[in-house]
């Protein structure tokens, strides 16, 4: 890529390796994102764009105290970059602090309203706190947004057949697996309504196909059957 031309040139060219950890960030390559970003800290520490695209990649990796540090610096040093917020908030809601997520996942909506995956995760979040009205927007809105997001399809899917609209539910996820076959998550969400209103054929068509995209069958078997029995 061109960065590596340029770093090549000038070993302490900070921008070049901030901006290529923010396209390896992108591609979901984030151990060589860090590495970027911390060479860019390095060269100059007040480089907010640099900690904002590390805590990314450390969220990637799951290192979320380490993420915290970082976006919360980020924010201090710029408090105007979107995904700064979002990656925040979704780590929020990783550790549990739903509230706190729903401030920062709004602030990144409100900065860049058209950011599909911030909407998305804002859904999940407000199904968590029991703002469904509100998820059901997000949901909506993220599909409007982007009518070929198998993931949106997938993720509303869920939230209709825990409203008990198995209905609805299949056409959302029928509707992802047409846009990405290929996707595991859609053929075990069907697998869950089918296995929720008896069509246990149907459910094993999909729990295999998850298997053959490689999820563990007898351990989604198991989820299954926990959430059926304690929804």
Known sequence: MQYDQAIGLDLKYGEAYTNRGGVYLELSRPQLAITDS????????????????????????????????????AINLDPDIPATYSNRGSVYALLGNYEEALVDLTRAVQMAPYHVSTILNR????????????????YRDAIDLEPDDATAYT????FFWDQNQPEDAILDLNEAISI??????????????????????????????????????EELRNSIEELIADP
């Open 38 to 73: 911390t060479k860019a800290i390095e060269i100059d520490p007040e480089n907010a764009l640099a900690y904002a695209n590390r805590g990314g990649a450390y969220a990637r990796n799951f290192q979320l105290e380490e993420a915290l540090v970082d976006l919360n610096r």
């Open 123 to 138: 859904a999940g979040v407000n199904f968590e706190l029991g703002n469904l009205d509100e998820a059901f927007q997000d």
């Open 155 to 158: 993720s509303r899917g869920y």
């Open 180 to 217: 990405d076959p290929e996707l595991a998550a859609a053929y075990i969400n069907r697998a869950l309504v089918h296995c929720s209103t008896g069509n246990e054929a149907e459910c094993e068509a999909d729990i295999e196909k998850a298997g053959e995209l490689g999820r563990n069958k």
